[in-house]
């Protein structure tokens, strides 16, 4: 809703404003009484969806006199649970931060000295024009030799239609391979999705790894400490820290880091040997689970065999797994996102999958559930075919590498010059790989060989400092972002409206792309001409001019249109105009909302009634449409799924063994393997990393609103062992290990597991355009070696051995 | 009106969104010492084995305020509904409220010139229902409301509670309602031996009694 009225009038009848509130007064009505009032104060209100991290949690701005004074949450998005965490509400600063990349900017001195100048951004364009061309037609018009990488966000996928389809390179990265791939495709491979575990109704819930406390995830952080204590969820902590989420749980337990396997293997054979697991369950949903049984029960993943790897006590080990089943199928092994660990994470994945499963946690509300989508409309984009693009360099390096590649396999294999063919340059939008990827003096190098950068950020990051080109994007506050929907058990969708005019100079990311399509269209148009012998045969039986447009070759096409304009195409050709309107009033829409919608009292709004929500939904038809069912009265459909479900995968039944994959190299079922386990030799630490609840990765790190809450990142080791080191509180230590070295400071505390040290990521910036920033502790990635996991070459960010010493 | 605000401090994950959301809606100054708003924590082991308590926290707003008492100006003084507040025109930063608060709620803001304190977000609950750390809170530790109103949500929840306050032994009468944990194990963790537990009952007839005698000083 964009309301602008008065001061005045604004506090006279401000009740009738509060969106919070649910008032029926309409924002027709209160404009129609301002219209004769003063217009200076000019108050609004738009509904905008935070950036701060990737929850994309809704809110509401509050703009003064086009400054944005508040953000506050807005609670008829049910995801977010009408919350603003200490970054949502920091995004202001994320908006008015001085450091913020404001004009285009081309440099001048070496890479990563920092020296830029100002350029107007049709010189930044025909900067990369000029290199781009070069490059390719030294190339032949292979598209691929330029790379591209995105962070995650809503405007995400229009820098990559810009890159894969229009532009027609091979080489994309995101965050997947240093972030949560492996829990994606462990889960999905066995359960048929990733899921959402429904921590409103489960009994028992064991976190291993996962900090819900301190890594916000919405629903899960706010649903879970709402009922731990006896308040109905026992909660099993299991990790090498003593977290946030720790100091919540009824049995905290204490674990080697990169033995988590181990753990689960062990669970899975109490419950085996016991019979404790949901035998029903298992007979009709399971597939090769006779496989799966013999081959826990044969390789003797007894709990005194685990007691020796992980150091969890057999006794634990016994209990938590009679405990979970006794609560089961109200009870999750929770997923958990964050990174991959180690070797055998995706078994590790796969394992905690099945383990739920045999309790009969998934699909069932309590559990894993999977929810139910809401449709949007699609735009099409008319991709040119490159005959002379090549395939993506790095498909070898694992079992099963995707379209977001390997991130640290890629960079490998650019940094040392074994590429198939050159990698001449690079696209980042929005990532900070010289932060982000394990090894960054590696990063560094793959940056160095390249011959045009291209970074379009908000912010002078670590990796814009490696730039040729820097192209200012405005921030998340300053743009309409595509519109998205969120499915699950209460499925919405959501709008991030822009709140005010983009500051500076900057541009969303759409407009740069249509900026530099332009640009472009015709000088590589020409490159494709010359080298490309499909397009050569195709133009002697068609003329250009009809050839160009229908191949797609104009490469502005699908950014000529605004996003307000393509949002309300998607969303208008499912919902219609009346909903449309709403969705622009309140930033949120599923259907029914305004009859559902409840506020209970300040702390607690009713999105869906409990009964209007989506829990089971896998049906026993294959072919099944959740509507009908739901709203067929004759049937009910609970009881249809209590018979028999259909799981989203190969055989339609939970996977024990994954033959597929065997023949690939991979384990078929989870196996514990002693070779690929890191055990840490004496005098030698194992180094993990993590996040906690004020700093997202390292995007934040500049916003001095957080900063206020923690200035630097500190070492975490054992107070016991920091005390035969001499190692004291505050103490500067260096930390090395085979890739680098590092200075910061020690907090020697009970809190951590003996043999493993721990510092925050996303600090320790180098870039000294960030003022506020630049030099506090240090990045995890300057240490973290750059060994990957074999199934989709995802980075080990907890394999890494350390040394430390006081100085 | 007598505001007040309670505390389920037991679910707090430590995120200090209140914090933030505190300083962007108040204009707090910057500084590690400029809180309006705070999270306490208090961790150890217990035989070796970690544990942690946290108790976020804020100023009382004590129905016997002694900021308020020994202020020599006036400046400290009770705005509508017993909320404390600073007039920042009249405070000589004699700091004698600094001294005198036994909950350190108060702090030095360099661009008032002046004492500067939670103001239970007075100029936002009309309009919004409620205070900006309540509101943006993930897990919802706070329930902010009026002690005079028998079906606020405020009053609603300390029937159905017991809970306790802060150093409640300076006798101030705070205004700072901590939900004491169903969960025994926790509450003996997180409460001390001394701590006296009150129940809605008990503590009545105790608040009325003082509201009716401080409460003529209280602005209209």
């Given at each position: 809703m964009k309301v602008e009225i008065s001061r005045r009038r604004f506090l006279q009848g401000s009740v009738a404003l509060s969106v919070v509130g649910g008032?029926?007064?309409?924002a027709t009505n209160i404009l129609a009484n301002a219209?004769?009032?003063?217009?200076?104060a000019l108050m609004k209100k738009v509904p905008t969806v935070c950036?701060?991290?990737?929850?994309?949690c809704a809110a509401i701005a509050q703009v003064r006199n086009g400054i944005v004074t508040k953000l506050d949450p807005n609670p008829y998005f049910p995801k977010s649970r009408n919350m603003l965490c200490a970054r949502g509400a920091a995004g202001i600063h994320a908006l008015y931060?001085?450091?913020?990349?404001?004009y285009p900017l081309i440099r001048?001195?070496?890479?990563?000295?920092g020296k830029y100048r100002r350029a107007t951004w049709d010189e930044a364009y025909a900067f990369i024009e000029d290199k781009l061309t070069k490059i390719l037609d030294e190339e032949k018009?292979?598209?691929?030799?330029i790379g591209y990488c995105a962070g995650e966000g809503m405007a995400e996928h229009t820098f990559k239609s810009f890159m894969?389809?229009?532009?027609?390179?091979?080489?994309f990265l995101n965050h997947s391979s240093i972030c949560l791939q492996t829990a994606v495709s462990g889960f999905t491979l066995t359960i048929g999705g990733y899921g959402q575990a429904d921590l409103e109704n489960?009994?028992?819930?064991?976190?291993?790894?996962?900090?819900r406390a301190e890594a916000i995830l919405t629903p899960d952080t706010m649903d879970l400490f709402k009922r731990t204590r006896g308040r109905g969820t026992k909660l099993v902590v299991v990790d090498p820290r003593f977290t946030n989420t720790a100091m919540h749980a009824d049995t905290y337990v204490a674990i080697k880091p990169g033995t988590d396997l181990a753990f689960v293997l062990a669970l899975t054979y109490v419950a085996l040997i016991d019979q404790v697991y949901n035998r029903a369950y298992v007979a009709k949903n399971f597939v090769d689970f006779d496989k799966y049984k013999k081959h826990i029960i044969e390789s003797e993943y007894t709990p005194e065999w685990a007691e020796k790897i992980t150091g969890v006590s057999a006794d634990t080990i016994c209990k938590i797994a009679h405990d979970f089943m006794a609560a089961a199928p109200q009870a999750v092994y929770y997923q958990g996102r964050?990174?991959?660990?180690?070797?055998?994470d995706f078994q590790l994945r796969r394992a905690m999958a099945l383990f739920t499963a045999l309790g009969g946690g998934i699909d069932v509300k309590g559990g894993i559930v999977f929810g139910k989508s809401l449709p949007l409309g699609e735009h099409t984009i008319n991709a040119p075919m490159y005959a002379q693009a090549k395939p993506?360099?790095?498909?070898?390096?694992?079992a099963i590498v995707g379209a977001t590649g390997t991130w640290v396999g890629w960079r490998n294999m650019v940094a040392e010059g074994k590429?198939?063919?050159?990698?001449?340059g690079m696209f980042v939008y929005k990532q900070n790989p010289m932060l982000s990827v394990p090894n960054t003096a590696k990063t560094k190098q793959m940056f160095e060989k390249m011959d045009l950068v291209v970074v379009i950020d908000t912010m002078p990051s670590d990796t814009a400092m490696m730039a040729d080109v820097i192209l200012p994007e405005c921030t998340y506050l300053e743009r309409e972002d595509p519109v998205r929907m969120f499915p699950g058990i209460e499925p919405a969708i959501v709008l991030r409206e822009k709140v005010i005019e983009p500051m500076y100079e900057t541009k969303p990311v759409i407009e740069i792309m249509h900026g530099l399509a332009v640009k472009l269209t015709k000088p590589l148009w020409e490159i494709t001409k010359k080298y490309d012998d499909d397009v050569k045969d195709e133009l002697e039986a068609t003329p250009e001019d009809e050839f160009f447009e229908d191949g797609g070759f104009n490469l502005a096409e699908p950014f000529e249109h605004t996003q307000e304009e393509l949002n309300k195409h998607m969303f208008v050709s499912k919902h219609g105009e009346e909903a449309w309107t709403l969705l622009r009033e309140k930033g949120v829409y599923y259907p029914n909302m305004m009859t559902y919608f409840k506020k209970i009292n300040n702390n607690t709004y009713e999105c869906y009634p409990k009964d209007k929500k989506?829990?089971?939904?896998?049906?026993?038809?294959?072919?099944?449409d959740p509507e009908t069912f739901l709203h067929?009265?004759?049937?009910n459909p609970a009881d249809i799924a209590d018979l028999k479900r259909s799981f989203n995968t190969p055989n339609k039944k939970v996977e024990c063994y994954l033959g597929s994959l065997e023949a690939k190299g991979v384990d078929a079922m989870p196996k514990w393997r002693d070779e690929d386990y890191v055990t840490v030799p004496a005098g030698k630490f194992k180094f993990i990393t993590g996040r906690h609840a004020q700093f997202t990765q390292n995007s934040t790190m500049n916003n001095i609103m957080l900063l206020e809450l923690m200035r630097e990142n500190y070492i975490w080791i054992n107070d016991k062992e920091a005390e035969k080191l001499g190692i004291g509180f505050g103490d500067t230590v260096e930390v090395t290990s085979k890739v680098g070295q590092v200075h910061i400071k020690a907090y020697p505390t009970p809190k951590i597991v003996p043999g493993a040290v721990f510092y925050i990521h996303?600090?320790?910036?180098?870039?000294?355009?960030?003022?506020?920033?630049?030099?506090?502790g240090a990045s995890d990635n300057e240490i973290i070696e750059d060994t990957i996991e074999p199934?989709?070459?995802?980075?080990?960010?907890?394999?890494t051995l350390v040394s430390l010493r006081r100085v | 009106m007598n505001y007040a605000m309670a505390l389920d401090?037991?679910?707090?994950?430590?995120?200090?969104a209140c914090e933030v959301a505190c300083k962007e809606e108040n204009g707090v100054q910057l500084?590690?010492?400029?809180?309006?708003i705070w999270i306490g924590v208090v961790e150890g082991t217990i035989f070796g084995k970690p544990f942690a308590n946290l108790y976020p926290s804020q100023?009382?707003?004590?129905?016997?305020?002694p900021c308020v008492n020994v202020c020599p100006t006036n400046a400290s003084h009770f705005a509508e509904g017993g909320i404390v507040k600073v007039y920042a025109e009249k405070c000589?930063?004699?700091?004698g409220c600094m001294e005198a608060c036994p909950y350190d709620a108060r702090f030095v803001d360099d661009t008032m010139v002046a004492v500067d304190k939670c103001t239970f977000c007075d100029h936002r609950i009309g309009e919004m229902g409620t205070t900006a750390c309540q509101a943006t809170c993930p897990t919802k530790v706070r329930t902010f409301g009026d002690?005079?109103?028998?079906?606020s949500d405020l009053v609603k929840l300390l029937k159905t509670k017991r809970f306790f306050f802060q150093?409640?032994?300076?006798?101030?009468?705070?205004?700072l309602f901590y939900i004491l944990p169903d969960d025994l194990a926790y509450a003996k963790q997180s409460v001390s031996a001394n701590t006296i537990i009150h129940t809605w009952e008990d503590i009545k007839p105790v608040y009325d009694a003082a509201r009716s005698r401080r409460s003529k000083e209280w602005k209209r």
């Open positions: 008032t029926t007064l309409s219209k004769n009032k003063s217009q200076n950036e701060m991290c990737v929850n994309k931060d001085p450091d913020r990349l404001k001048t001195g070496e890479r990563g000295d018009d292979n598209r691929s030799c894969a389809d229009k532009f027609g390179s091979a080489n489960a009994k028992y819930v064991i976190m291993a790894g996962a900090n964050r990174t991959t660990w180690s070797k055998n993506r360099i790095d498909r070898d390096l694992a590429s198939p063919y050159p990698i001449r989506f829990y089971s939904v896998l049906k026993l038809e294959e072919k099944y067929d009265t004759c049937v996303g600090f320790g910036a180098k870039s000294e355009g960030l003022t506020f920033a630049h030099r506090n199934v989709h070459g995802c980075a080990n960010m907890h394999d | 401090y037991q679910n707090c994950i430590n995120c200090k500084g590690a010492d400029k809180q309006r100023c009382n707003h004590c129905i016997d305020a000589i930063l004699c700091k002690l005079d109103d028998e079906n150093k409640e032994a300076s006798g101030t009468l705070p205004k």
